[in-house]
């Protein structure tokens, strides 16, 4: 871009986004940077090696944002409670040693809760995770057995309650117009997930994407009609509740909106490393937009050779065009 063709006064606010791209297996519906833990590896989940990339991707991304303060971190994936509460520590504490964060940083983590056990989410708290985004999805069995998840309704109860009483905030993701489901069923589904008295709820319609099981297989699922009745339905009860909509999958309590979200649509900056990872940052002349090799062992591979980058600007310093 020519110089002069874009006057920005001040940068918007920075975020940071980590991908930890596997899983315990792949849902049918999934189009995310996800692998399946046990076909992709022989010796179980890499974790010091896959943080040493990160490291190597950070240290390489940091003439990019020099002397910039960083005011969310969110950690997704894939299935990030996969990785130990112990990696986690070492992820946030790499990065706190070479970023500047803001003091009331927002920190969220993405938890399935087929990887739940007792004090884990805890200990994702003493790590410095100050927000859990737990991927529901559903409270009855039958559906999220047609959505293919490895949890069942139990392990969603034990660890949203888990999740409540290690976090003052935290995040259900729930998704609707699933294989079978009536009006009737999203309304107990949303009932009992109000009755947990989360401050956030994301709420996400299931759709089938290109190049997924369902895209090959497609399960029957509501039409349009009812699809849009289950939504309004959705807003309906979360406002009842004192949640209300603040952007199209979001809904919060007073207090409890997602900086992390809202920064996306409104047009943050965020640095996102990890594998498949997007980032879009900005100068005062120019915006650039990187993507990172997106399979995990290529990524490790470039990253720990200070070159993750695949698409966009490498980090090059910045001469004007003539
Ligand atoms: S748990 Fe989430 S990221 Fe992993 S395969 Fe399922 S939908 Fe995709």
Redesign the pocket.
């Known amino acids: 871009m020519r110089s002069g063709t874009l006057q920005l006064r001040a940068l918007p606010p920075l975020s940071l986004y980590v991908h930890l791209p596997?899983?315990?297996?792949?849902?049918p519906?999934?189009?995310?940077n996800?692998h399946?833990l046990s076909s992709a590896l022989t010796e179980g989940l890499p974790e010091q090696r896959y943080l040493d990339a990160l490291v190597a991707d950070l240290e390489a991304s940091l003439p990019l944002i020099w002397g910039r303060a960083v005011h969310s971190i969110f950690i997704g994936?894939?299935?990030p409670s996969l990785f130990s509460p112990q990696a986690i520590d070492r992820l946030l504490g790499d990065i706190r040693a070479r970023l500047r964060l803001d003091a009331d940083c927002e920190i969220t983590l993405?938890a399935?809760p087929?990887t739940f056990e007792k004090d884990r989410f805890k200990a994702f708290r003493s790590a410095g995770v100050t927000r859990l985004s737990v991927?529901v999805?559903s409270f009855d069995d039958r559906h999220l057995k047609a959505?293919?998840?490895?949890h069942d309704r139990g392990q969603a109860l034990a660890a949203v309650e888990e999740a409540a009483q290690a976090f003052d905030t935290f995040n259900l993701d729930i998704m609707y117009a699933l294989p079978g489901q009536t009006l009737e069923n999203l309304e107990q589904d949303m009932r009992q997930a109000l009755a947990l008295q989360p401050p956030h709820i994301s709420i996400y319609q299931l759709t089938i994407e290109p190049n997924t099981y369902f895209a090959k297989f497609p399960p029957v699922i509501p039409e349009e009609d009812l699809a849009y009745a289950m939504l309004d339905r959705i807003t309906e009860m979360t406002e009842d509740a004192g949640l209300a909509r603040y952007e199209v999958s979001a809904y919060a309590k007073p207090g409890h909106r997602c900086f992390h979200n809202l920064n996306y649509w409104q047009f943050g900056d965020y640095l996102g490393i990890g594998a498949g990872a997007h980032s879009k940052l900005s100068f005062p002349h120019r915006v650039i937009r990187q993507v990172r090799y997106r399979e995990p062992g290529l990524y490790m591979e470039k990253a720990l050779a200070g070159d993750a980058v695949t698409h966009g600007h490498r980090g090059e310093p910045w001469r004007p065009a003539v």
């Open positions: 596997w899983c315990l297996k792949k849902c519906y999934c189009d995310f996800s399946e994936g894939g299935t993405e399935n087929g991927g999805q959505l293919g998840r490895v």
